[in-house]
């Protein structure tokens, strides 16, 4: 099945904390288009961690005092208070990955692969592998159908996806 590509600005890959970091960045930009790809659920090295392993690093409930929680993805967000715990295991990480994605509306693609970023001088191709999804603002673990997600649009994505993108320009991504 194919449909009309989706024109984006930017293209983030990969939904822990860096890319759910940076897509939030990125949707502070007026008028930007994004998405995220992700190759399993979001926060799925956190999903992967021992269900024993902790964080390392405390979380602080800081937010009324100017002080940013050192484990947060957005300042106005705290895994301590969201969570109720100190030391979130990676499972609750997740689970706060998840909760702030679904805030803050972020467009996400799971179980999405990106097999290939080639460089040109005028465009790169990104080439990913995916099953049937669609392009959604959020998605619950696991499930990604239609009753799990807000839809930014119905379209199904074949098994070979690409993105074509073009520097200081936007980025198309075509399901063919």
Known sequence: MSHEPKTLDALVVGAGPAGIGTALALAAVENLTFGVLERGQIGQTFLDWPTEQTFLTPSFTGNGF?????????????????LGVEYPTGAQYAKYLRSVAAHF???????????????ASTTSRCSTRAAP????????RAENSASHCNHVSPAAVSPMEHASLRHGSRATVECS
């Open 66 to 82: 100017g002080a940013t929680d050192l484990n947060a993805v957005h300042p106005e967000t705290s895994p301590a208070f969201s």
């Open 105 to 119: 509306r972020v467009p996400i693609l799971s179980d999405v692969e990106v097999t290939a970023v080639t460089p």
């Open 133 to 140: 999804h669609s392009l959604a603002r959020s998605c619950g």
